[in-house]
C-alpha cells in the first residue's frame, strides 16, 4: 500500500535550516503531485509547497515564499523541502501528500515536527 514517511526535522533556532525528506512507496510517484503541509499549534493545516510530476513547476504559500525550496528526485522517490531563514512561526507539525494525477489516492505520511526557538 502506498506509504510517505518523512524525516528531518528538528529543534533550531531562528535563521537556521533544515531539509526535510519524504520517501514514498506503494504508488507511481513520478506520476504524483507532491506537496509539504504544516499545521502549527492551535492552527489548521495548510500547504506550504508544491511540486508537479517532473519538477517544472512549483508553487508556495507567500508566508514561505523566497525562504523554502520543494524539489524531487523521481528515480528516489523522494520529495524535498529546503527550509531557510526559519522563524518562530514556522514551527509546526510538517506533512508530505501524494496525490496521483492517474489514479485515485490522497496519502499522506506521519509528520514531522520541527521547532523553531531561541
Known amino acids: 500500500q502506498a506509504q510517505l514517511v518523512e524525516s528531518g526535522g528538528g529543534l533550531v533556532q531562528p535563521g537556521e535550516s533544515l531539509r526535510l525528506s519524504c520517501v514514498a512507496s506503494?504508488?507511481?510517484?513520478?506520476?504524483?503531485?507532491m506537496s509539504w503541509h504544516r499545521q502549527g499549534p492551535g492552527k489548521e493545516r495548510e500547504e506550504v509547497a508544491r511540486?508537479?510530476?517532473?519538477?517544472?513547476?512549483?508553487n508556495y504559500s507567500d508566508s514561505v515564499k523566497g525562504r523554502f525550496a520543494i524539489s524531487r528526485d523521481n528515480p528516489k522517490n523522494t520529495v524535498y523541502l529546503q527550509m531557510n531563514s526559519l522563524k518562530f512561526e514556522d514551527t509546526g507539525v510538517y506533512y508530505c501528500?501524494?496525490?496521483?494525477?492517474?489514479?485515485?489516492?490522497?496519502?499522506w505520511g506521519q509528520g514531522t515536527q520541527v521547532t523553531v526557538s531561541s
Open positions: 501528500n501524494a496525490r496521483p494525477i492517474a489514479a485515485d489516492g490522497n496519502y
Open positions: 506503494g504508488f507511481a510517484f513520478s506520476r504524483s503531485i
Open positions: 511540486i508537479i510530476t517532473f519538477g517544472g513547476y512549483t
